[in-house]
């Protein structure tokens, strides 16, 4: 069943020429949840083989504006830049402000961690690479602004939905029909960015457990 889920994910993206079957998840979750306007500007962590970024670029139409940050290398899409680096290096994210200079309207993560087949561990490091996405937003998502991010299930990700919901109108859980339907993974679609006033602007305070987000409504 999951086989022949992937299959036909796998060969309609080969047909449509888009670079992942994960193409359709996005777009699975932009035609029911309205994420991508006209003329948006839209950044996409773990962007590599380009699926997401492909569908993003089609979707904010050429007024648009996509930039993917992966660890991989990611072969040219027209009207798209990328970044080579790691989300977790502070010179990683300094690029990425300079390149956005200023806001966006969304932030997109698909990323996801080597998965080392031992369950906690895997969903652990989802959970640590979803606390970077937080902390992108809270550098240069404009107010009002959506991220849609992959979240390995597990008991962890109850504070993440906390603190998401500190910082949007409205947090969902979602499964698009694209997502296998024996995988652990969902993603989260968080509307209605609300602003941050005490982020720090430059370096990430680093602890040994990443970064602590300073957003109004505390730390986590
Ligand atoms: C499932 S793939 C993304 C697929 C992509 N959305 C698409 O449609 O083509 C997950 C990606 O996350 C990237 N990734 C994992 N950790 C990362 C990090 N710390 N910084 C940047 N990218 C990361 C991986 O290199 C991998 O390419």
């Given at each position: 069943?999951?086989?022949?889920?992937?299959?036909?994910?796998?060969?309609?993206a080969k047909?449509?020429g888009y670079r992942s079957r994960a193409s359709?998840?996005?777009?699975?979750?932009?035609?029911?949840?309205?994420?991508?306007?006209?003329?948006?500007?839209?950044?996409d962590?773990g962007a590599c083989p380009g699926g997401w970024s492909q569908?993003?670029?089609?979707?904010?139409?050429?007024?648009?504006?996509?930039?993917g940050?992966d660890l991989r290398y990611i072969h040219p899409i027209?009207?798209v830049?990328f970044?080579?680096?790691?989300?977790?290096?502070?010179?990683?994210?300094?690029?990425?402000?300079?390149?956005?200079?200023?806001?966006?309207?969304?932030?997109?993560?698909d990323?996801?961690?080597?998965?080392?087949?031992?369950?906690?561990?895997?969903?652990?490091?989802?959970?640590?690479?979803?606390?970077?996405?937080?902390?992108?937003?809270?550098?240069?998502?404009?107010?009002?602004?959506?991220?849609?991010?992959?979240?390995?299930?597990?008991?962890?990700?109850?504070?993440?939905?906390?603190?998401?919901?500190?910082?949007?109108?409205?947090?969902?859980?979602?499964?698009?029909?694209?997502?296998?339907?024996?995988?652990?993974?969902?993603?989260?679609?968080?509307?209605?960015?609300?602003?941050?006033?005490?982020?720090?602007?430059?370096?990430?305070?680093?602890?040994?457990?990443?970064?602590?987000?300073?957003?109004?409504?505390?730390?986590?």
């Amino acid at each position: 069943m999951a086989e022949r889920h992937r299959e036909y994910y796998y060969k309609l993206a080969k047909k449509e020429g888009y670079r992942s079957r994960a193409s359709y998840k996005i777009m699975q979750i932009d035609d029911r949840f309205n994420v991508f306007h006209d003329g948006d500007s839209v950044v996409d962590l773990g962007a590599c083989p380009g699926g997401w970024s492909q569908v993003a670029r089609e979707r904010v139409g050429e007024t648009g504006k996509v930039i993917g940050v992966d660890l991989r290398y990611i072969h040219p899409i027209d009207g798209v830049q990328f970044i080579i680096g790691d989300i977790t290096d502070d010179n990683t994210m300094i690029k990425l402000l300079e390149m956005v200079g200023g806001k966006v309207d969304v932030v997109l993560s698909d990323m996801a961690p080597n998965i080392a087949g031992h369950y906690s561990m895997d969903h652990a490091r989802s959970i640590e690479l979803c606390r970077y996405a937080v902390d992108v937003c809270d550098r240069i998502l404009k107010k009002g602004g959506c991220l849609v991010m992959k979240v390995f299930m597990g008991d962890m990700f109850y504070t993440l939905q906390t603190q998401l919901e500190k910082r949007f109108g409205k947090v969902i859980v979602h499964s698009p029909q694209a997502s296998r339907p024996t995988s652990s993974e969902v993603y989260v679609i968080s509307k209605g960015f609300l602003g941050t006033h005490n982020v720090r602007p430059k370096k990430l305070d680093k602890g040994d457990d990443g970064p602590k987000f300073v957003a109004k409504g505390g730390n986590f």
